[in-house]
């Protein structure tokens, strides 16, 4: 089987001299939901934008699907084709303020529509009804015609997943996409991940400081280290022993993030209960 995303000895050193990304050498299967995992600096950001072709590497080789992405330092000539297939979740969103939410969602199909329509913002029955179909499966389309700037971060989120889908993207690419959202709003951004994932056969990628997160919703994880794979295999053998073994005195940062989204879903099942102090995040990993 050809894997949705190849990656072979890719590297990325900065103007600086820091080596962001290190012999970088992955296959990722068509249909997986696959964990970015790493302390701040660790190449996580670096290596999405790599993947979606936002930057070059100094060397190596990036395929999705079969189709290049970038070989020996160079992003493919036919790069703006390669993109129509792969979806970008930014943590920030990524949304124009001003135009409506729909407008916003409807940008996922701007890589096969003439430029004229594109810039009069005219799109057919057809394309609307995709549009307004990715918001209901996103749980937003009573926002369709809101303005983005009046959504919360959550639905903001969900916005720019529904745009991935209507993109048609067989791979989604997310970078941090919980990182600045409340616990209800991370639990829905990250179902919807999965949903997708799961039905619609994507493969996601999704770049995580949260490790209880990664096991909950991955199968397999990567952890990343100083720009280097330190680990790539099932996210339930990431034990806090694991992590300090792979992280040294860094990983008291990963394991410092407990597990929000478990706890509000622990909440609701047991119902209201007095205030208790949290376990610790080596107890919740454990």
């Given at each position: 089987?050809?894997?949705?995303?190849?990656?072979?000895?890719?590297?990325?050193?900065?103007?600086?001299?820091?080596?962001?990304?290190?012999?970088?050498?992955?296959?990722?299967?068509?249909?997986?939901?696959?964990?970015?995992?790493?302390?701040?600096?660790?190449?996580?950001?670096?290596?999405?934008?790599?993947?979606?072709?936002?930057?070059?590497?100094?060397?190596?080789?990036?395929?999705?699907?079969?189709?290049?992405?970038?070989?020996?330092?160079?992003?493919?000539?036919?790069?703006?084709?390669?993109?129509?297939?792969?979806?970008?979740?930014?943590?920030?969103?990524?949304?124009?303020?001003?135009?409506?939410?729909?407008?916003?969602?409807?940008?996922?199909?701007?890589?096969?529509?003439?430029?004229?329509?594109?810039?009069?913002?005219?799109?057919?029955?057809?394309?609307?009804?995709?549009?307004?179909?990715?918001?209901r499966r996103v749980?937003?389309?009573?926002?369709?015609?809101?303005?983005?700037?009046?959504?919360?971060?959550?639905?903001?989120q969900r916005a720019?997943?529904?745009?991935?889908?209507?993109?048609?993207?067989?791979?989604?690419?997310?970078?941090?996409?919980?990182?600045?959202?409340?616990?209800?709003?991370?639990?829905?951004?990250?179902?919807?991940?999965?949903?997708?994932?799961?039905?619609?056969?994507?493969?996601?990628?999704?770049?995580?400081?949260?490790?209880?997160?990664?096991?909950?919703?991955?199968?397999?994880?990567?952890?990343?280290?100083?720009?280097?794979?330190?680990?790539?295999?099932?996210?339930?053998?990431?034990?806090?022993?694991?992590?300090?073994e792979l992280y040294?005195?860094?990983?008291?940062?990963?394991?410092?993030?407990?597990?929000?989204?478990?706890?509000?879903?622990?909440?609701?099942?047991?119902?209201?209960?007095?205030?208790?102090?949290?376990?610790?995040?080596?107890?919740?990993?454990?």
């Amino acid at each position: 089987m050809e894997a949705a995303i190849q990656i072979k000895g890719l590297g990325k050193t900065f103007g600086s001299g820091r080596k962001a990304l290190q012999d970088i050498t992955l296959d990722i299967a068509p249909g997986e939901m696959v964990a970015l995992i790493g302390a701040s600096g660790s190449g996580k950001s670096t290596l999405l934008r790599h993947l979606a072709g936002l930057m070059p590497g100094d060397g190596g080789l990036v395929r999705v699907h079969g189709r290049t992405v970038q070989q020996h330092g160079r992003i493919a000539s036919d790069i703006r084709s390669v993109r129509a297939g792969i979806g970008f979740v930014f943590q920030q969103f990524n949304l124009v303020d001003r135009l409506p939410v729909l407008v916003n969602v409807l940008a996922g199909t701007l890589h096969r529509v003439p430029l004229w329509r594109s810039l009069a913002r005219w799109f057919t029955a057809e394309e609307t009804a995709r549009g307004l179909e990715a918001l209901r499966r996103v749980g937003i389309a009573e926002c369709c015609f809101q303005r983005a700037s009046t959504l919360s971060g959550g639905q903001q989120q969900r916005a720019a997943i529904a745009r991935a889908m209507v993109q048609g993207a067989k791979v989604i690419l997310a970078d941090e996409p919980i990182a600045s959202l409340d616990p209800e709003s991370s639990r829905r951004v990250m179902e919807i991940l999965a949903k997708v994932n799961r039905e619609d056969r994507c493969t996601v990628v999704v770049s995580l400081h949260q490790v209880n997160v990664a096991m909950r919703y991955c199968a397999r994880t990567v952890a990343l280290h100083h720009g280097r794979v330190v680990y790539d295999g099932p996210s339930s053998a990431l034990t806090p022993q694991l992590l300090r073994e792979l992280y040294g005195a860094e990983a008291d940062e990963i394991l410092s993030l407990g597990d929000h989204i478990g706890s509000l879903q622990d909440a609701r099942r047991s119902g209201p209960a007095p205030w208790v102090a949290p376990l610790s995040p080596l107890a919740q990993v454990a």
